[in-house]
Antibody, heavy 116, light 107 residues
Framework: EVQLVESGGGLVQSGGSLRLSCAAS????????MTWVRQAPGKGLEWVAN????????YYVDSVKGRFTISRDNAKKSLYLQMDSLRAEDTAVYYC?????????WGQGTLVTVSS | EIVLTQSPGTLSLSPGERATLSCRAS???????LAWYQQQPGQVPRLLIY???SRATGAPDRFSGSGSGTDFTLTISRLEPEDFAVYYC?????????FGQGTKVEI
């Protein structure tokens, strides 16, 4: 069974940092692109970033470029999102999802709250 | 960046009726790389359609997708009670991938 479990969310002050993790199981993690998608409270979905299976390609939405870094550790079957210089508008539930385009499998999400 | 505009914002229908949801792109979506998701309140998005018209595993056959270029449609042939939810389109043909703002299907 495919499972994606996010962790690392919480309350942080504006300008602070957080590192999100996503632990994967039930599939060959090293063969898949992975993606982060976020959803602000009461709002729609926003694609944040994705990373190729071997980590050699990474793409970001403009609003997080230079502040967020996506990475992965295939040996640990884990995906990460390092978030620096956080802003109030980064407040959202962050989901990790399998795949680089569309995603069939999603984690349950982890809430990041940035206080100003 | 490709902007996806979904219409209508809210669709008020009854069980058994047909629902037609629209997703219009600001420029052509490469190779029909367009997906549709359903999201129930408090739940994770569920993939329904990918490649504009391919039904995802487990998606009921009352859901169908169509379209190409800049105009795409999700059709629910006969609404079941569990279909009342928010639906999002997503393009994954041009980086950055983008989502529409969503259409709420309500009773």
């Amino acid at each position: 069974e495919v499972q994606l479990v996010e962790s690392g969310g919480g309350l942080v002050q504006s300008g602070g940092s957080l590192r999100l993790s996503c632990a994967a199981s039930g599939f060959m993690f090293s063969s898949y692109w992975m993606t982060w998608v976020r959803q602000a409270p009461g709002k729609g979905l926003e694609w944040v970033a994705n990373i190729k299976s071997d980590g050699s390609e990474k793409y970001y939405v403009d609003s997080v470029k230079g502040r967020f870094t996506i990475s992965r550790d295939n040996a640990k079957k884990s995906l990460y999102l390092q978030m620096d210089s956080l802003r109030a508008e980064d407040t959202a539930v962050y989901y990790c999802a399998r795949g680089g385009g569309y995603s069939y499998y999603w984690g349950q999400g982890t809430l990041v709250t940035v206080s100003s | 960046e490709i902007v996806l505009t979904q219409s209508p914002g809210t669709l008020s229908l009854s069980p058994g009726e047909r629902a037609t949801l629209s997703c219009r792109a600001s420029q052509s979506v490469s190779s029909g790389f367009l997906a549709w998701y359903q999201q129930q309140p408090g739940q994770v998005p569920r993939l329904l359609i990918y490649g504009a018209s391919s039904r995802a595993t487990g998606a009921p056959d009352r859901f169908s997708g169509s379209g190409s270029g800049t105009d795409f449609t999700l059709t629910i042939s006969r609404l079941e009670p569990e279909d009342f939810a928010v639906y999002y389109c997503q393009q994954y043909g041009n980086s950055p991938w983008t989502f529409g703002q969503g259409t709420k299907v309500e009773i």
